[in-house]
């Protein structure tokens, strides 16, 4: 007969207490202990029949405990478990001030206070902002809570610059060699944000490229509004404002948000005008006439008479002379082409 093991279940019918293990009831001896200064730090003697590791949750009467250590012998399961009531306090505004050290070459370093903590049965997450001492922690990095030890078990991002690091309660001292090693995240590559921006056009041209484009943020994107031959670019709304062009293209800079560029076009004007001057030209004399009616023309001007010459030329002026005497009583016609569209006008040549 083990005397051991009838001495246990004794006091275990005298003075044990109901309790739940991983959803299995059972009775349980209780002893307070100190245990360096570990917040609410008790031994639980538990039946040898009931299975459990590290981790798992034992609830006593309102209290909840998280399992930190067991050791086995012959008659019971003797665990080492912390009181969770500490990952409650958290929620409440007067922990506001607390704050999260965490340990890294020895150093403790505040990094962030406790709004930034969530909890659940079993873990407590921490979002900490990426800075050159926070850069260093990954796996294995410990720190104190609430004067309770703990170590990061998983590292991820939530977005560029926050890390969200789960951690459970540790049973070795933040002095030893572990937690003086120095962390390195090089290696975890943030996730890329990106942006989307909208680029569409109207009937009569082109905006390159088109569609729903993602840029990465802070990076540049260039778009470039090509109008169809005979159309010209009417408008271009930026997030709905109306912007000017330089040379058809338009840059966004440093890409902070989604956005939106649209393009519209016309027809261009055809250009008419009248060629000025006299109706009739001497022999031998120079003669000069005006293309009026067209706002920055690009002209070209000819005759139909190949003794009529163009001694000179603008875009708004022609000087002509005829030195033929054959030529008297004749007429032709000058004509001015500005952009496909001819302006003419017949002068009659005399003595």
């Known amino acids: 007969m083990n005397s051991r093991l009838d001495l246990f279940n004794n006091q275990l019918e005298k003075n044990g207490v109901d309790a739940t293990v991983n959803n299995c009831h059972t009775r349980v001896l209780v002893k307070d202990i100190d245990n360096k200064g570990l917040i609410q730090t008790k031994h639980i003697h538990i039946p040898l029949h009931i299975t459990l590791s590290i981790g798992d949750t034992i609830t006593i009467g309102y209290s909840k405990y998280m399992v930190l250590n067991i050791n086995t012998n012959d008659c019971f399961n003797e665990v080492v478990v912390q009181e969770m009531y500490h990952l409650i306090k958290v929620q409440y505004s007067w922990l506001s001030l607390m704050q999260l050290d965490v340990i890294i070459q020895g150093i ?20 900490i902002k990426k800075d050159d001492t926070t850069s260093q922690i990954k796996k294995g990095t410990r720190f104190f809570l609430f004067d309770i030890p703990y170590k990061i078990q998983t590292v991820t991002w939530e977005n560029s610059r926050i890390m969200k690091c789960r951690c459970n309660i540790d049973l070795i001292s933040p002095s030893d060699d572990v937690a003086n090693q ?23 041209g082109v905006i ?15 778009f470039t509004i090509t109008p169809n031959s005979g159309y010209e670019v009417d ?16 840059t966004f800079e440093n890409v902070q948000d989604n ?86 006008k017949s002068i009659q040549l005399v003595l």
């Open 108 to 127: 403790s370093q505040t990094v962030v206070d406790s709004n930034l903590i969530s909890y659940d049965d079993t873990s407590v997450y921490v979002l």
């Open 259 to 344: 956005h939106t560029i649209s393009a519209t076009f016309k027809e261009v004007p055809i250009p008419t005008g009248t060629i000025e001057g006299e109706s009739k030209m001497y022999l031998g004399w120079e003669e000069s006439y005006t293309l009026t009616g067209v706002v920055n023309p690009t002209t070209a001007w000819s005759v139909d008479n190949s003794y009529v010459k163009i001694i000179s030329s603008t875009n708004t002026t022609c000087t002509l002379i005829c030195e033929s005497s054959s030529q008297a009583n004749k007429t032709f016609t000058l004509s001015a082409d500005v952009k496909g569209v001819v302006v003419t």
């Open 235 to 250: 408008t271009i709304l930026v997030d709905g404002e109306n912007i000017l062009l330089n040379e058809n293209r338009y």
């Open 208 to 222: 390159t490229p088109n569609g729903d484009i993602e840029v990465e943020k802070g990076k540049v994107q260039t």
């Open 182 to 204: 120095i962390a390195d995240n090089s290696h975890m590559i943030p996730p890329t944000i990106k942006y989307v921006i909208n680029a569409s056009a109207g009937a009569n």
